[in-house]
């Protein structure tokens, strides 16, 4: 079981840590009490999805023996109009950085920590669709 410890700072203001022993900041804005100063817990769901699914495209593409010269990923959400205010839809957009790029390997990553490894994004297919996009760039080019 893992266990996370939330503390109020002030306000709508509120740190946190886990088994990491790592403190995160999360805030609001000030209409809901907030000073504006940290990440907002919903931009927090999607930072979780990008790390753990950048992690697991990292070390699928290690055992590939795929080399890059960089890889990003953007991930846009839409939330629900009404309260609670969830997550309807997610895109996920994974940028790679590279010359002679396989394609296909770089789709069956995406795919595999889509569908099988990461668990934040496995999480979230059960209740936003998930899509998915894979770019490839050539080396400096803008992305």
């Known amino acids: 079981m893992t266990e996370v410890e939330v503390r ?4 709508s203001t509120f740190m946190a840590k886990g088994p990491s022993s790592h403190w995160v900041v999360m805030d609001s804005t000030p209409k809901n009490y907030g000073q504006d100063g940290a990440a907002q817990p919903m931009e927090m769901v999607l930072f979780a999805m990008g790390g753990c699914s950048g992690i697991d495209i990292d070390l699928i593409l ?6 890059m010269d960089d890889f990003r990923l953007k991930i846009s959400g839409e ?3 009404t309260e609670p205010r969830i997550y309807t ?5 994974y940028h790679f950085w590279g010359t002679d790029l396989p394609l296909a390997k770089l789709k069956k990553a995406a795919q ?3 569908e099988k490894y990461c668990p934040v994004t496995n999480m979230l297919n059960k209740v936003a669709e998930v899509t998915t996009e894979v770019i490839v760039h050539k080396p400096g080019e803008a992305g």
């Open 79 to 81: 939330q629900a109009e």
């Open 112 to 114: 595999l920590t889509d």
């Open 89 to 93: 839809k997610i895109h996920v957009e």
């Open 62 to 67: 290690r055992k590939m023996s795929v080399e």
């Open 8 to 11: 109020r700072l002030e306000g």
